[in-house]
């Protein structure tokens, strides 16, 4: 991962503080179902959220690929 691409994320996961699901934010479905990715770029941010506790769980970052998710 670049320098670049490690701010635009840095960027994006403070962003989630104020507002976890703004920005590009997608629930996901099947065996990923409760969690939503966020879109950096080429880069997607794996997340869950608890609300009620005000907790975002980072599950994984990874380059999108064919089989990201």
Do not use: C
């Not at 670049?4 to 976890?20: F, G, Q, T, V, Y």
């Not at 941010?45 to 009620?52: G, W």
């Amino acid at each position: 991962m670049g320098g670049r691409d490690r701010a635009r994320i840095n960027r994006a996961l403070n962003h989630m503080i104020e507002d976890p699901l703004g920005g590009d934010v997608t629930p996901l479905r099947g065996p990923y179902q409760g969690s939503f990715r966020r879109r950096v770029g080429a880069w997607r941010i794996l997340f869950a959220l608890d609300l009620e506790h005000k907790i975002i769980e980072v599950h994984d970052i990874r380059r999108r690929t064919s089989t990201t998710y």
